[in-house]
């Protein structure tokens, strides 16, 4: 039997993508593919490649070879700005907001960036809505908790309108209560947008994941749900330890 396939348009491919820091291949000829408003996760051990094939993808590093294309043009040796200039959202590790703002004030630099004062205006209550700040949303964002500092940076993100949001540990560091409220809020934003996740906390991303990507030595050692890849006995090994 034929496999059957996904009538999605392809958003991101990569195309035999390498990576070398001198005779280390951080990532060594991979080939990905992200569909429409997919939620794509990406995990493996520490060394595994995969936040150096984010970095990748989001202009933070040019690649040793290969290729990356976003809606079929080539972003190979983009800078982070011109990526997000194609409508894609990208959040790091490290929280990238401005500290001596209100959490509104943020999301309204966000929004303005792309869009005029009006819109920017209207982005605003809507993102608080959608995100559920309104709590904090006249907080400045330096008294925030870390978890809170995370969630207006995915305001920002969103104030944006992104078709694509690419993000790197978005839970990292938060508690329980946090973990769960950011996967909310992450299964909200794919409701609207595409998403790749690089996350290292294995309870988040059963809460989010539907396709999971792990990855090995710089490859792609698989592709499957969850599930799946906690029955296969190669993932156990490498990334699980035989615990799951």
């Known amino acids: 039997m ?72 080539e972003t190979t040796g983009f800078e982070p700005h011109e990526i997000a200039s194609l409508g894609v959202g990208i959040k790091t590790q490290v929280p990238n907001v401005f500290d001596g703002l209100s959490v509104d004030e943020n999301i309204w630099l ?20 959608r995100l559920q700040l309104g709590d904090i949303r006249r907080e400045m964002v330096g008294r925030l908790a870390h978890g809170q500092r995370q969630w207006v940076e995915l305001g920002m993100v969103v104030a ?17 209560d946090e973990t769960a409220r950011t996967a909310e809020l992450i299964k909200e934003i794919n409701t609207q947008a595409a998403l790749i996740v690089v996350e290292h906390d294995m309870q988040f991303i059963r809460m989010i994941s539907k396709q999971v990507t792990v990855f090995h030595e710089g490859r792609i050692l698989m ?22």
């Open 223 to 244: 592709e499957d749900t969850m599930d799946a890849i906690s029955k296969d006995k190669r993932a156990r090994e490498v990334y699980l330890g035989n615990r799951a």
């Open 110 to 129: 966000s929004a303005r960036r792309w869009h005029g004062a009006k819109r920017a205006r209207a982005l605003v209550s809507e993102t608080v809505e």
């Open 2 to 73: 034929k496999p059957v396939r996904d009538k999605r348009a392809v958003i991101v491919e990569t195309q035999n993508l390498s990576m070398h820091f001198g005779g280390v291949r951080a990532v060594d000829q991979v080939d990905f593919t992200l569909f429409d408003k997919e939620l794509r996760c990406l995990i493996g051990p520490n060394g595994a490649g995969k936040s150096t094939f984010f970095k990748c993808l989001t202009g933070q590093l040019i690649p040793s070879a290969g290729k990356v294309m976003i809606r079929n043009r």
């Open 160 to 176: 944006a309108e992104p078709w694509l949001v690419l993000l790197d540990e978005p839970a990292a560091g938060m508690t329980h």
